[in-house]
């Protein structure tokens, strides 16, 4: 393929993808950061759903596959999901609402891998497993249905 050729379909096919993040875009603009445990998950709870957290790391490629392929999707369509950054010192209020940083809930969680979806359910009991990793793409949607599923009825 000639250098123009590649640069002419690099031209077509690039505002089709642009245009397809912005729609996601136009949905939800990111999956919001917890600034309050207690009261995202009480929220959630009263919805009958269970507060998915993504422990994630800043500049990870497979946090943000996680994030933009399956969680602001779910987030678009009303599931409760929030995001901590495993090093960030950003301000958050824990389940019984004491004020600390995300990385501080990250060590008390005692999640080694990012990205870790988790699945709270009252008093911020987790109610199903955690999911670690990014296990096989082709099956993450169907690992995350299942703990979500697994989650709900335990609420």
Known sequence: MRAWDASRRALIVLPGLLWGEQQLGAQV???PP???LGSE???AVQRRQPLLVLVSLHACVYCERVR???LLPMLAQGQAVVQI???SQTGVRDFQ???TVHE???RRWRVQLAPTVLFFGPGGREVAERMEGTYQPDFYAAYLEDRLKQARQRL
């Open 97 to 99: 609402s004491v004020a």
């Open 85 to 87: 950054d495993m090093h």
């Open 29 to 31: 603009a990111a999956l």
């Open 41 to 43: 998950l009480a929220s």
């Open 34 to 36: 917890s600034r309050d």
């Open 68 to 70: 933009r392929s399956y």
């Open 104 to 106: 501080e809930v990250v």
